[in-house]
């Protein structure tokens, strides 16, 4: 088990990375791979299973450690997947976008059904953590990316990948549209790993660097690199339509 969520009734939701081809299921999916991701819903006790499913294609596809549960129960999980041919419902990138591996968002509707899914990265290895959800349904999600035609917005903070691994920044509207997308990180490498919402709306993310050049703010905590891989905090104040 590699993430875990509770509503306000107890109900527990779970992500998985799973192997063997003998879960339990709800919906008739089946095992695809090396490895699927595995999302379930238990009742509050623990007795019973309210829906089980796999979510993968042939090859490997690992969820995070961290998934988000949305106030109407609907489940979000980002990872990395191997695979070239995951269920794409409702997808931004409906194609692998190339190199080893590229990140991947899901979305599953209240009873467990896959209603969104999308690859995310450009033609070397992308992987994600996050996500996030506001108030407005939209989507929020980091990670990283070594792929310098990874995909950028008009009003990105950076446009262009600065070396080696670079933290990416999106936001994707309730229908899985693509609102924003950034690279964010110094010539070295960049890892974005958590992200939230202030009270405020604005994007709050930390991860770690070794970059020399990551781009600090007058006022910093510490403005200067201090040697192997230091952690980063930052936040980005993005507005876009329908958020609060």
């Known amino acids: ?25 709800t919906n008739g999916s089946r095992h695809n791979g090396l490895g699927d991701a595995y999302v379930a819903k238990l009742s509050p006790d623990g007795t019973r299973l309210l829906y089980g499913s796999y979510y993968g294609g042939n090859d490997f596809d690992g969820p995070a450690k961290r998934l988000w549960l949305g106030d109407d129960g609907s489940v ?18 409906p194609q692998f976008g190339g190199g080893v591996v590229d990140a991947i968002l899901a979305k599953f509707d209240p009873v467990g059904r896959l209603v969104l899914s999308t690859y995310i990265g450009g033609t070397l290895e992308d992987d994600a953590w996050g996500p996030s959800v506001d108030a407005a349904g939209n989507i929020f999600v980091v990670g990283r990316t070594q792929s310098p035609d990874f995909e950028t917005t008009e009003a990105a903070f950076d446009s262009g990948h600065n070396g080696d691994s670079d933290v990416f920044l999106q936001i994707y509207s309730p229908r899985g549209e ?48 201090n040697g192997g891989s230091d952690v980063f905090v930052a936040k980005f104040d993005v507005r876009i339509a329908g958020q609060r």
């Not at 109900?11 to 879960?23: E, G, K, P, R, T």
């Not at 070295?188 to 405020?200: I, K, S, Y």
């Open 1 to 25: 088990m590699l993430g875990i969520r509770l509503d306000a009734t107890g109900h527990a939701y779970v992500a998985a990375l799973i192997s063997a081809s003998d879960a339990p299921t």
């Open 76 to 93: 979000y999980v980002v990872g990395a997947t191997y695979s070239r041919n995951l269920p794409v419902p409702s997808a931004h990138q």
């Open 178 to 225: 693509l609102r924003y997308s950034t690279f964010f990180g110094g010539r070295d490498f960049e890892d974005g790993r958590f992200l939230a919402l202030d009270p405020a709306g604005r994007l709050v993310v930390v991860g770690t660097t070794r970059s020399a050049d990551f781009p600090t703010t007058p006022g910093a905590y510490d403005r200067r690199h």
